[in-house]
């Protein structure tokens, strides 16, 4: 079934006062042993600092339930006017790219830093890499050499708390010259991580047949997934073993992609690899990962961001599978700032300054490719909520010379967008990005060229 997209873009205004009030940073701690805290104890630590009593409930899938998901289009979008990324702040139209890249673009990251990904404190400490191992080895019949590597943050500052930033690095052995490199957020390190079958790994070899290397990178090495280990990772250790400090400090999708920008920092070293052609893919929350380091990030080149649903590409102001207020829940919410949880209680998602297709826009002119399965297998992630923020964020990539999606219906299943600049295919599987691989490789190829 074709399903037109029913757009409508305004401006909206800066959100209330209270929402920038900030609680006082508490004062250097001494180092030592992180404080423990359980996840539900950080979470009404923060609900209390917001003075916030109960948050309205996420989705859940008991069909009886009051709460049960929405997976009717029909009741999808109870907001259906987005905030326009080509209007500034004060109302006044953005009309060309300089004008994007002073003011609205600046506008853009402030809400997304204050109120849903939260700040990168100000001294974040160095990260010193180390070349592990290196192995000359065959990947289907193509020579590769394979690097493990080790980045060292320095912990001087809380020695109590490690973070080593894990990095595997492959690239063609025979290749003349630095190579484009698809970096993967992975799940290794993840509780119940399990080694990849045949299948999760097809794509590394399509990748080096086409003369580029991959580089794989679990972001579970520098924060743990989980609230409660909020006082330990890269957040804890800047916060010397305390809880976060501040209303807007940031989460741990920032923290990942932070991570990523620092494995960045590395590849720019390596002669082996060509750091201008440096591409970005994650899945399911990986996905939300590699959509906001790319956008945050102008250094990489790519991103294919599969299923990554609420707090990745799809709107928050949808109501169809994961909702904004299950990622304000206990179990979840350490992914975002603590000024987020306002818009489960007493805000909305249309209280929000912004929504995800300005996240997309973000990484204008660069190329974004966005992937999901169908249902059931996929409805959680919401296909279809991506897809309609790919095409809001078209303009912000027309006006600077770019060129959208290129059309504004859901295609049928299966079908491949990759004309533009903004990609989206829907596959026919579940929860999985292995069935886009090969689109994303057929549209990265647009842009990433090995030497020759």
Not at 112 to 138: K, L, M
Not at 317 to 325: I, N
Not at 427 to 452: M, V
Request: aromatic content about 8%; proline content about 10%; glycine content about 8%.
């Amino acid at each position: 079934m074709k399903l037109a997209c029913k757009l409508m873009v305004v401006s909206l205004a800066l959100t209330p006062l209270s929402l920038t009030a900030q609680t006082t940073p508490p004062p250097p701690a001494t180092p030592g042993a992180p404080v423990q805290l359980t996840g539900d104890q950080d979470h009404q630590r923060v609900l209390d600092q917001l003075h916030i009593a109960a948050l309205r409930p996420g989705a859940d899938h008991d069909p009886k339930s009051p709460n049960a998901v929405n997976y009717d289009e029909a009741k999808a979008n109870p907001y259906p006017k987005l905030p326009d990324p080509l209007v500034l702040n004060d109302g006044k139209p953005v009309t060309s790219a300089k004008v994007w890249w002073h003011q609205r673009r600046p506008q853009i990251v402030e809400f997304f830093d204050r109120d849903i990904y939260g700040r990168i404190p100000p001294h974040v400490p160095a990260v010193t890499w180390q070349v592990v191992s290196t192995t000359n080895e065959t990947q289907g019949g193509i020579p590769v050499i394979t690097k493990q590597l080790i980045g060292h943050v320095d912990n001087s500052i809380d020695p109590a708390i490690n973070v080593n930033i894990q990095l595997t690095l492959t690239t063609p052995a025979n290749a003349h010259g630095p190579v484009p490199v698809i970096l993967e957020f992975s799940w290794v390190g993840y509780p119940g991580f399990k080694p990849p079958a045949p299948a999760d790994l097809a794509w590394r070899q399509l990748v080096l047949a086409k003369g580029w290397g991959y580089a794989i990178f679990p972001p579970t090495s520098v924060q743990a997934d989980n609230p409660a280990g909020l006082t330990q990772g890269i957040i804890g250790l800047v916060n010397h073993g305390q809880p976060r400090g501040r209303l807007d400090e940031w989460g741990t999708i920032r923290a990942w992609a932070w991570g990523a920008s620092r494995v960045l920092d590395y590849l720019q070293t390596d002669k082996a690899v060509d750091a201008r052609q440096v591409g970005l893919e994650g899945h399911s929350r990986f996905g939300k990962t590699a959509l906001a380091a790319m956008a945050y990030d102008p250094r990489f080149a790519i991103v294919y961001s599969s299923s990554s649903g609420t707090g990745g590409a799809k709107l928050w102001r949808r109501d169809f599978g994961e909702r904004l207020e299950n990622l304000a829940a206990s179990r979840e919410y350490h992914w975002m700032d603590e000024n987020f949880l306002q818009y489960a209680g007493p805000l909305t998602p249309n209280d929000l300054p912004v929504d995800q297709h300005e996240l997309i826009a973000l990484c204008a002119p660069r190329p974004v490719f966005l992937g999901a399965g169908i249902a059931p297998g996929d409805s959680w992630a919401d296909a279809e909520g991506s897809f309609i923020a790919a095409v809001a964020a078209g303009p912000v990539y027309e006006l600077l010379g770019k060129k959208g999606l290129g059309a504004t219906t859901l295609p049928p299943v299966g079908t491949a967008l990759i004309s533009g600049d903004i990609g989206f295919r829907q596959h026919t599987e579940g929860h999985t990005p292995n069935p886009n691989w090969p689109t994303f490789l057929d549209f990265a190829a647009h842009y990433l060229h090995a030497s020759k």
